[in-house]
């Protein structure tokens, strides 16, 4: 039912949704869940901060502003794709695509942060517990949040896939932790009616550390892009497939991929035939360049060997000798 709801979304907001390498398509992607994020967020919060204060629970009004936290992670987004979209230009020779890394770090770093007050707050309540009234109206919310919660998760994972963007991916967890921590609170509040009170508060506790650890692996995979990491073997194996099946190719080599929001550059060193003048080598490194960009999205920049013949064997003189 999610995937239908979130492709008619992709299909009526998003103008040539197809062509998810254009960056202001991509950049349209960004916006659709950011959008509908900070939206479905802020309602979602506006509830939760009303049945925290009714029924004074603790767990309750940190999941509200948890939920709070993710408006503003979503506006970061927002701001990310909106900055990442811009061409290159002399202080930013390779474009602005690293900007949806500073967007999730944003996001990651927001999650810790909110995790860590709520935890002091959860665990001041299990030191000094309060009551926490059942209500029927507010356990209904925390269903109601926990399905809106889920569905926001699909959705900024199944448009976080369709571009390979992992500032829609944090974002995703993100209302997917929310979403589990309004089961937890809903399960918290029904506990209180069979008489166990310190639920609220133990919960709480699970919800902060939750909310913290999911921070603590975003920004983890989001440190690795900002310093770079290496290409897949299958990345590689791919180009080399792709420069060899060229023409003239007779090897490649020191191959580095570096990469820049959804935009890859490469440099490679091919091997030709030393025969060969300096226009037919030259026009084997265009169709290289032109074919991996067409075919695989990639910037590269060629750098001409010519073959390195092995030597043939040497072997020994012989001649013949007659002994008397």
């Known amino acids: 039912m999610f995937t239908k709801i979130n492709s008619f979304l992709v299909r009526k907001f998003i103008p040539n949704w197809q062509d998810t390498q254009d960056a202001s398509v991509r950049a349209s992607y960004g916006y659709l869940e950011g959008y509908i994020s900070v939206l479905g967020n802020f309602l979602l919060f506006v509830l939760k901060l009303i049945g925290g204060l009714w029924i004074n629970s603790i767990s309750l009004l940190a999941d509200a502003f948890h939920t709070l936290s993710d408006v503003l992670t979503s506006v970061a987004v927002i701001v990310g794709f909106k900055v990442s979209k811009k061409p290159g230009d002399k202080e930013h020779p390779f474009g602005h695509g690293r900007a949806e890394y500073i967007a999730t770090f944003i996001v990651s770093t927001l999650l810790i942060i909110v995790g860590i007050e709520f935890l002091k707050g959860s665990i001041d309540k299990l030191l000094h517990p309060e009551p926490t009234h059942y209500n029927h109206i507010v356990f209904g919310i925390m269903l109601f949040s926990t399905l809106a919660k889920e569905w926001l998760y699909n959705l900024a994972k199944y448009l976080g896939l369709k571009i390979d963007s992992k500032a829609l991916i944090a974002d995703a967890w993100h209302h997917r932790s929310d979403a589990i921590a309004s089961l937890l609170i809903g399960i918290a509040l029904y506990g209180t009616k069979l008489g166990f009170n310190n639920l609220d508060a133990i919960l709480g506790v699970i919800v902060s ?30 180009i080399k497939q792709e420069v060899l099946s060229i023409s003239g190719t007779e090897n490649v080599h020191q191959i580095e991929v570096h990469k820049y929001g959804q935009k890859q550059y490469a440099y490679m060193h091919i091997e030709v035939d030393p025969t060969l ?18 075919k695989l999205g990639i910037a590269a920049l060629v750098h001409i060997d010519p073959v390195q013949k092995k030597p043939a064997p040497h072997k020994p003189l012989v001649t013949d000798q007659s002994f008397s």
Not at 277 to 294: F, G, K, P, R, Y
């Open 277 to 294: 003048n300096t226009l037919q080598s030259h026009e084997i490194a265009d169709t290289v360049m032109n074919n991996l960009n067409e």
């Open 209 to 238: 550390f939750m909310i913290m650890y999911t921070g603590y692996e975003l920004i983890k995979d989001c440190a690795n892009d900002i310093i770079g990491t290496a290409p897949s073997p299958e990345l590689i194996e791919q």
